[in-house]
């Protein structure tokens, strides 16, 4: 049955952001939690903002079919123009507060939680050729079932998206030099750009492009993406792990690999999982005995396929 908005209770907020708040709620008549985002509701007078979250909900109208994309139920909108989102309630949060709650993310946590996130990508680029924009760990959420879901469709529809500081800090070279890094790229790398800075930092418990405690101004950040340096793992870290990096940060967008080469690579297929079941995988996902000369190989010749 359809869920009435009246049958909701608001029970605490889980979190603001640039696009509304989120608050944890009740249905009810089936005592389920679910998160309902309370979006801005855009100036009456501004025709762009109001495109844009139009096009926000008909992503989330569109991209119910994956369990790697946080499930949208229903989508509320009253006369006054305020529109609110009901969503799966994902009950540890996002990454960005499990990694300060916790501390950094074990190479055996990341896999499976990387493997997702790159299911959750595959799916936005090739079933519906959706772009995020805004890969980071606040938009990514997990819960208690250790399932990791793309959240935040705030970006997706808006080439100029780049709002605030924290936003920026995972947008990729391309982004800020089209001409140097973009090449004849297809939008799709900026998130996998975006999707190797998050596991680096979940891995090294600070974002990894400037140092260590530096707070990030859109400046220094811009240098650092630019100009720096791709950051390397610290000691400790598995070959495995560094060469899927590299496979991910590439500064010329053409370099990177897709989402779904990156799901062939040995540091995600190693990781536990349904997927990786070798009668469950398809021909294309298959790893070979020898996975990672294989990947070092393709790693120089493949190019991003268009999706
Ligand atoms: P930002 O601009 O910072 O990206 P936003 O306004 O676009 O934020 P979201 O990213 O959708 O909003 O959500 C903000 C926060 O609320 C998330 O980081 C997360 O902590 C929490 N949150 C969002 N959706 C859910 C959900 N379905 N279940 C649990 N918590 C959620
Ligand atoms: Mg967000």
Redesign the pocket.
């Known amino acids: 049955a359809p869920i009435s908005a009246s049958d909701l209770e608001r029970l605490q907020v889980?979190?603001?952001?640039?696009?509304?708040?989120?608050y944890?709620v009740l249905h009810k008549p089936t005592s389920t939690p679910?998160?309902l985002?309370q979006?801005h509701s855009p100036a009456a007078d501004s025709s762009s903002d109001n495109n844009t979250l139009q096009s926000e909900l008909d992503i989330l109208r569109r991209t119910t079919g994956s369990p790697y994309v946080?499930h949208c139920h229903a989508i509320f909108e009253k006369p006054s123009g305020d529109v609110s989102v009901l969503?799966?309630?994902?009950?540890?949060?996002?990454l960005?507060?499990l990694l300060k709650s916790q501390g950094p993310f074990s190479e055996e946590k990341l896999a499976p939680i990387a493997r997702q996130v790159l299911e959750g990508l595959d799916y936005l680029h090739k079933t519906h050729k959706i772009v995020h924009r805004?890969i980071?760990p606040?938009?990514l959420?997990m819960?208690n079932k250790k399932e990791v879901?793309i959240?935040?469709f705030?970006?997706s529809s808006d080439e100029s998206c780049s709002?605030?500081v924290?936003?920026c800090a995972y947008m990729s070279p391309e982004r800020f030099d089209p001409e140097r890094y973009g090449g004849s790229h297809n939008g799709y790398a900026c998130d996998i750009w975006s999707f190797g800075v998050t596991i680096m930092e979940l891995y090294m418990g600070y974002f990894p492009l400037l140092p260590k405690g530096q707070r990030p101004d859109w400046a220094s950040l811009m240098c650092a993406i630019c100009f720096g340096e791709v950051p390397c793992l610290p000691e400790g870290a598995s070959e495995d792990f560094r060469s899927f990096l590299e496979c991910c940060m590439h500064k010329e967008a053409s370099k990177r690999w897709t989402a779904a080469q990156l799901l062939t690579h040995p540091f995600v297929c190693k990781a536990p999982s349904e997927e990786c079941k070798p009668n469950l995988f398809d021909k294309k996902r298959k790893r070979d005995d020898d996975g990672v000369e294989r990947s070092e190989r393709s790693q120089k010749s493949i190019k991003i396929e268009v999706c």
Do not use: R
């Open positions: 889980l979190g603001h952001g640039s696009g509304g708040t989120v944890k679910y998160a985002k979006l946080v969503m799966e309630y994902m009950d540890l949060g996002s960005e507060t805004d980071k606040g938009n959420l819960n879901k959240a935040d705030g970006c709002s605030s924290g936003t």
